[in-house]
């Protein structure tokens, strides 16, 4: 993890912090260890990029009892950070994750694009 000293706000897109509070306190403490080091404009070692959102959006995984969980945020802008949706991992299909999570990933990419271009444009 690369660290200097750029303090980012975090914001979180629609329930995205409601869902993270949600999920088990060891994943809760992993996704908040891990995006307190994006705040300070670092990049956590088990951060992946999101398949299909392009550059600067990346996903958190952790396995816990209950199962796989994820956070997926955006870097993509220079003065703030944004966590788009915390969820665990339940598709139907296997190891690709549902539609409807993917749905909700671009639709609050764009709703973090319009805040950023509106806060710190």
Not at 53 to 62: F, I, P, S, T
């Amino acid at each position: 993890m690369v660290s200097n000293s750029i303090d980012k706000p975090l914001h979180w897109v629609g329930s995205s912090k409601k869902d993270l509070l949600a999920l088990p306190d060891e994943v809760i403490d992993a996704f908040g260890y891990a995006l307190s080091a994006v705040q300070l404009g670092g990049i956590p070692a088990h951060a992946k990029p999101w398949k299909g959102a392009g550059a600067g959006v990346l996903e958190l995984v952790e396995n816990s009892v209950g199962g796989t969980f994820r956070a997926v945020y955006t870097v993509r802008f220079a003065k703030a950070a944004y966590v788009l949706h915390c969820f665990q991992k339940k598709s139907p299909s296997g190891i690709k994750t549902a539609q409807r999570d993917i749905d909700l990933i671009q639709e609050r990419l764009k709703l973090a694009e319009q805040h950023y271009k509106a806060h710190h444009g």
